[in-house]
């Protein structure tokens, strides 16, 4: 198993506190074709650009909190998250795929469960399961070829023998 340590490049950088990828504002123009500044700075804001990298780092919880929410063993899906190529790639597909759902879905993550019109309660189950984007959940239900199981594997997963832990990312 080829291990990498973390990196940030033109399409995403690597958070060491939160240990987990962003991608950047070059990655979703390229990719997406949308100035996110522009698209998310609905309230005028002093700092568009700090108000779409908040936006991004939203994004990022979203997916890593669907992968933790898989298994109990958060440090090895982490791990792994950090330490292999094919799943920094993984990681970036989906980060992709639901920002491009958040954009045109409004981002579920934040609604309060109420519809405003109505008064209607959504049912709080319903809307939990229609947070992630069905592309960004089929990204990151694909095989992670050097562990033979996916990210969000919910059986048992060990650490590799000799893993420092949190100890080089």
Do not use: C, W
């Amino acid at each position: 198993m080829q291990l990498i340590t973390p990196y940030s490049d033109n399409t995403m950088t690597y958070d060491a506190e939160k240990h987990q990828y962003i991608l950047t504002l070059a990655y979703v123009k390229d990719k997406l074709g949308v100035d996110l500044p522009e698209r998310v700075n609905t309230a005028p804001s002093d700092d568009p650009q700090k108000v779409a990298q908040a936006e991004l780092e939203r994004i990022s919880d979203e997916i890593y909190s669907y992968i933790y929410a898989h298994n109990n063993n958060n440090e090895v899906q982490e791990y792994f998250a950090a330490k292999l190529e094919s799943t920094r790639v993984i990681i970036r597909d989906a980060m992709k795929e639901q920002l491009a759902y958040n954009l045109t879905s409004g981002a579920l993550s934040r609604f309060s469960g109420v519809n405003v019109k109505t008064g209607q309660v959504i049912d709080q189950k319903a809307l939990r399961k229609a947070v992630i984007g069905f592309d960004a959940e089929k990204i990151l239900d694909k095989i992670v070829p050097e562990i033979g199981v996916a990210l969000t594997y919910q059986g048992y997963l060990m650490m590799p023998i000799g893993a420092n832990v949190r100890g080089d990312y």
